[in-house]
């Protein structure tokens, strides 16, 4: 099985073409995201920086128990790694400011980017019309998804607000449907 992976990789590079690309750009999101699931179920990341900490903090405190920081000539040297440690501290990036923004601006702009993928896959495919679909879809994740990151959490809940998006969309392409239908029937 890893043997037919691997030979097609391979052959993503030794025999390069737009198509095999998109294969490779397909791998490395799965394998990403495949992280990315672990580390949010397991909480490995933030775990293992906090016990990071924790052996940090313990042997600063063994080094103060022992007198370092009234030392003459390390004393300066442990009062700066104490102020370094907390400086990195306080710098720590807050997930959620990564997290939010990006689950709302894919929530506002999924079925505009079924249709991106959709369009792309006419267009490997060697259909002219697919580059419609690809320009008209993108325009549309740009239209529905960013005014989605600016729209507010509404009632503290993340999961309503991905849930109006969705509905919103929905909303949209049912519109669209039935002034298709009604375009077509009166021709």
């Known amino acids: ?16 073409n737009l198509r095999r690309a998109m294969y490779l750009i397909f791998l490395c999101v799965i394998g990403l995201g495949g992280l990315w699931v672990y580390n949010e179920t397991t909480g490995y990341g933030p775990f293992s920086r906090i016990d990071h900490q924790i ?19 390390l004393g300066g040297v442990f009062r700066g790694t104490v102020a370094e440690l907390a400086k990195f501290q306080a710098q ?17 702009s999924c079925i505009p980017l079924l249709f991106v ?30 005014p989605s990151v600016f729209l507010p959490v509404l009632w503290n ?20 449907v039935r002034i298709g239908k009604r375009k077509g029937t009166a021709a």
């Open 1 to 16: 099985m890893f043997e037919s992976l691997l030979a097609s990789v391979e052959k993503a590079f030794v025999e390069f």
């Open 55 to 73: 052996s940090i903090l313990e042997r600063l405190q063994a080094l103060e128990a022992k007198g370092i920081d009234k030392s003459t000539s």
């Open 92 to 108: 720590q990036p807050n997930a959620d400011a990564y997290i939010v923004p990006a689950s709302k601006f894919f929530a506002g």
């Open 117 to 146: 993928v959709y369009g792309l896959a006419q267009l490997l495919a060697g259909n002219r019309d697919g580059m419609g679909v690809l320009g008209g879809a993108a325009v549309c994740v740009i239209l529905f998804g960013v």
């Open 157 to 176: 809940s993340l999961k309503f607000t991905i849930l109006l998006l969705l509905g919103l969309q929905l909303l949209a392409l049912a519109l669209v």
